[in-house]
């Protein structure tokens, strides 16, 4: 097989790492104490410090005070733990602000924000990027070289963009830029509509506030492109000065699944690896599969983000979060499922948001591996020290990969786009969820996934799915093109091919080379009222659809379904099209899970896609693969609420953590876990 060496976070990590965010400077030294001796017992070796720490390391302007850090930096290197040291800049102290308030950011109706909250400054203020560059540079500065370093965490959680005056001229500069004269951007902005031609830079403001401009697609578009660039390019000053003092110390930060607001593979390249915050019951209950799928999903992206190698599961709580509609607690097996759940899809580490509960503001009830009471007997915290046994005995996984043969293209443009050009008016087009459902069908079936952009390499792969791929972009309809013409096989669907990068539709509809490829041209785009739905008859089965169906002119494909109703019965609705020594299936309607699972079915088998493992399990039950160069590890993971048979028909499998072998039929109990391991030379 094909693939580089193992990929650790940093290059001495021997050992998943399993700790969190602590804050010390919030406690007196007797508790720091205590803490240190529970760490101990709930096999805590990695720690996040320093995160939101700017005023206890400059408590007033100019004045530093390091000493509480440099006790708990040595301190916890010698109890042998790693520590990712954060930059504080996701916020500022209340002496800044308040002497500094251009450095706030300013809503979209150009009020600025006072001094508080947190992640609450203009990336483009030059005061706000010179106070960061000072405590940065400090911080570099002392702890490069310490021995318990071993990756810097950038700031916490990027996000939002600011409407002021430094801002605005920001993105002026940045449109020059990109467009060099006023006539191209008029021209790709098509301003001529509505009588919206620039004739001044200065002229143009950002888009989208209440009060402000909302019709030039190409301009909210821009403004999109443009937050996440700020955002990006406050990094990689964060980055440079501490590369400049350490080249060879890993830095990440923390993203945050699929936001809107900074495009997570371009982010990710100014990383050395990628880390992510994961809350997955926000919108779901932690007794419902679909919330783990989604949380599978998003592991999967940030792998993927990383180019494959191991990510890292930044934050995630011990219990529940104080923010969720509801706070629920985990249920017995929740914990330890959740944290193998990282693992199995390419996680290096289990980490928490929070060591300890705070005994006052915001997140004083939020899940903690303390609790206010104190207790190393409490429930949670004895569900953690039960993950950092557990982990202990994968280290022999760090920096393992997972194989994969399949793509699903999510691209942070192609949602904006979709949000900018389609969701004015509805929230119809679900790009996300669109996205989801093909991930799901390919979940259900046990086959391991890569989550790509249009900037990412396809030719490691059998089989591409980009839905809804609304927008064309980096040349990826060439890339597609060359891909199905050497061998494989892309599937798409409505909506796709539709504008190009500045969102100005193709005339003559999808273009060349993609047109080819699926050999038919996308004529008429039907919407569904929500109570109403059409049909399309495969192979004499009846499936539903709702919301889009397009009528489709068949060039040179063959039709293998059709629609059952309305004035366009009979018409294509599922087309494949041979091209090159590939093939290309277009999807024409938004359908119902059975169609997306029979389609992944039929093409999995085609191309010899194969399943994480043979067996036989119930839906609620995932198997997961992770390689090292001399094992590979098998997860079994029951994300349902009720006890599951698995007959597991791969031989040689020797359980993780017992070291018996295993049988073929395994039961698990309501969210259980279990991991085998399987030497490669046995296979
Ligand atoms: C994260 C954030 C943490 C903490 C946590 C609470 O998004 O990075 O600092 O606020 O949420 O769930």
């Not at 402000?212 to 660039?229: A, N, P, Q, V, Y």
């Not at 390249?269 to 915050?277: E, G, I, N, Q």
């Not at 996300?432 to 989550?451: C, G, P, Q, W």
């Not at 194969?610 to 119930?618: E, L």
Request: net charge negative.
């Amino acid at each position: 097989m094909k693939y580089p060496q193992q990929t650790p976070l940093f290059p001495s990590q021997t050992r998943l790492l399993h700790g969190g965010d602590y804050n010390p400077e919030q406690w007196p030294a007797e508790i720091v104490a205590q803490d240190a001796d529970l760490m101990d017992q709930a096999c805590v070796n990695s720690l996040t410090l320093g995160v939101f720490s700017w005023c206890a390391l400059e408590p007033s302007e100019g004045v530093f005070d390091f000493e509480w850090l440099d006790r708990i930096m040595d301190s916890q290197y010698e109890r042998g733990r790693h520590v990712g040291l954060a930059t504080p800049t996701a916020a500022v102290p209340a002496w800044m602000g308040t002497k500094y308030p251009e450095i706030l950011r300013v809503n979209p109706d150009g009020l600025r924000n006072r001094q508080g909250n947190r992640v609450n400054t203009s990336y483009a203020s030059k005061v706000f990027q010179e106070k960061a560059a000072i405590i940065v540079s400090k911080l570099a500065e002392r702890y490069t070289g310490h021995p318990g370093l071993v990756f810097w965490h950038i700031s916490n959680e990027y996000g939002g963009c600011c409407y002021g005056q430094e801002s605005t001229i920001a993105f002026r500069e940045w449109l020059q830029d990109k467009y060099k004269s006023l006539e191209n951007m008029n021209r790709c902005w098509w301003t001529e509509f509505w009588s919206h031609r620039y004739t001044e830079w200065d002229q143009i403001f950002p888009p989208g506030a209440p009060l402000g401009e909302t019709s030039i697609h190409g301009l909210t578009l821009d403004w999109k492109r443009f937050c996440s660039d700020q955002i990006i390019s406050f990094l990689a000053m964060e980055r440079d000065i501490l590369k400049s003092h350490g080249p060879d110390i890993p830095v990440t930060t923390n993203l945050m699944g699929t936001y809107a607001g900074v495009d997570g593979f371009k982010i990710s390249k100014h990383l050395d690896f990628v880390s992510w915050d994961s809350y997955p019951w926000f919108h779901g209950k932690p007794s419902e599969v679909d919330g783990w799928i989604r949380t599978a999903f998003h592991h999967d992206l940030n792998r993927s983000m990383g180019d494959g190698r191991s990510f890292l599961l930044m934050e995630c709580t011990p219990s529940s979060s104080n923010w969720y509609p509801t706070m629920k607690l985990k249920r017995p097996g929740q914990h330890t499922l959740e944290g193998l759940q990282a693992v199995a899809h390419g996680s290096d580490g289990v980490q928490y948001f929070q060591w300890r509960q705070s005994a006052g503001s915001l997140e004083q009830f939020h899940g903690a591996v303390v609790g206010h009471n104190n207790r190393s007997d409490a429930r949670v915290f004895c569900d953690v020290k039960e993950l950092g046994a557990k982990l202990n005995q994968l280290d022999g996984l760090v920096g393992g990969w997972v194989h994969t043969k399949v793509a699903i293209l999510f691209d942070w443009e192609v949602l904006w786009a979709i949000q900018t050009c389609l969701e004015y008016r509805s929230k119809t087009p679900q790009y996300t969820e669109t996205i989801l459902s093909f991930y799901r069908s390919l979940f259900d079936i046990n086959i391991a996934v890569d989550i790509v952009d249009s900037t990412s390499d396809l030719s490691k792969y059998k089989l591409v799915i980009a839905p809804m791929l609304f927008m064309l972009r980096n040349g990826i309809e060439q890339r597609l093109a060359s891909f199905v013409s050497n061998g494989g096989c892309l599937v798409t669907t409505y909506l796709s091919g539709w504008v190009d990068d500045s969102t100005k539709a193709y005339l003559g509809g999808i273009p060349e080379p993609l047109r080819s490829v699926l050999g038919i041209v996308p004529e008429e785009w039907d919407e569904l009222y929500q109570d109403e739905s059409n049909t399309i008859i495969w192979d004499e089965r009846q499936f539903t659809c709702t919301t889009y169906c397009e009528r489709v002119l068949n060039v040179s494909a063959t039709v293998l379904a059709t629609f059952g109703n309305d004035f366009y019965a009979g018409e294509p609705a599922l087309t494949i099209n041979h091209y090159g020594s590939g093939k290309a299936c277009y999807i024409a309607s938004r359908n119902d899970a059975d169609f997306t699972n029979t389609l992944m079915h039929h093409l999995v088998a085609e191309y010899d896609i194969v399943p994480n493992a043979k067996a036989s399990y119930p839906t609620g039950v995932s198997i997961r693969t992770r390689n090292t160069p001399t094992e590979t590890y098998f997860f079994v993971l029951n994300y349902a609420n009720t006890a599951a048979e698995i007959s597991l028909e791969e031989p040689y499998l020797q359980d993780a953590f017992t070291g018996e072998p295993a049988t073929v039929q395994i039961t698990l109990e309501a969210f259980g876990s279990r991991v085998f391991r399987k030497p490669l030379s046995s296979s």
